[in-house]
């Protein structure tokens, strides 16, 4: 099946610094990729959609200014916690579409002191 | 707005035996898909099984397979010859077809435990 990689698996960061997250399709080309927020023991929620070559959509709650999202190419979709602070601790995870299927990465865990 | 409802937060089964875990959704919509993904400890969201709304059977994958009544929006997964490694949580998920959206909408997730 289809490979959807993501770095870092986890990160620690002081509070009021940015983390990128690097999503990238292995195999494939995705013209749209998704990125979830899992606090634990919570379901994923949709943060936004990550379109190649265009401005992300962001799902309603979701500061864009805090979440930046990049897609400069077919295989790479980056996510950038600007001004990381405490309540941003969480697992982010994203997906990419291949035919009608989703695929996930293996999800990072972000952790703001 | 589509909804999705897991009713069962966990779910317990003994190695080699048989659990089905439940799940309805709320829609106006006539197309759509359905998914159920398994999350490992891991953390890794692995797909299970997906199923078409226009399609009437019911789709199989190995041991897992679906009850999919479109008329009552219920989509339960049916898990036979349980196994350790199928441990997991599981969520399932409504894709819409309509208007360009491939937004995957989940439910909160039910956690199967399979006891030796």
């Known amino acids: 099946g289809a490979v959807v990689s993501q770095h870092p698996s986890w990160v620690i960061c002081k509070s009021g610094t940015s983390v990128k997250i690097e999503c990238r399709s292995l195999?494939?080309?995705?013209?749209?990729m998704f990125w979830y927020r899992q606090f634990p023991k919570q379901s994923l929620m949709l943060m936004a959609t990550?379109?190649?070559?265009?401005?992300?959509?962001?799902e309603q709650g979701v500061e864009k200014d805090k979440f930046l999202i990049n897609h400069a190419s077919l295989t790479l979709s980056t996510l950038t916690v600007t001004s990381a602070h405490p309540e941003d601790s969480s697992f982010y995870i994203c997906?990419?579409?291949?035919?009608?299927?989703?695929?996930f990465g293996s999800g990072t865990q972000l952790s703001v002191l | 707005a589509q909804t999705v409802t897991q009713s069962q937060p966990e779910m317990s089964v003994q190695e080699a035996e048989t659990v089905t875990l439940s799940c309805t959704y709320d829609?106006?919509?006539?197309?759509?898909?359905l998914f159920w993904y398994k999350q490992p400890p891991s953390r890794q969201m692995i797909l299970v099984i997906r199923?078409?709304?226009?399609?009437?059977q019911n789709a199989t994958e190995n041991r897992f397979s679906v009850n999919f009544q479109k008329a009552a929006k219920s989509f339960s997964l049916k898990i036979s010859d349980s196994q350790l490694g199928d441990a997991a949580m599981y969520f399932c998920?409504?894709?819409?077809?309509?208007?360009?959206?491939?937004?995957?909408?989940f439910g909160k997730g039910t956690k199967l435990t399979v006891n030796p």
């Open positions: 997906s990419a579409r291949m035919s009608e299927k989703l695929f």
């Open positions: 195999d494939f080309q995705a013209t749209t």
């Open positions: 990550s379109n190649e070559g265009s401005k992300a959509t962001y």
């Open positions: 829609t106006s919509e006539s197309d759509y898909y």
């Open positions: 199923q078409e709304a226009y399609k009437q």
């Open positions: 998920a409504y894709r819409s077809l309509q208007g360009g959206s491939e937004k995957l909408v």
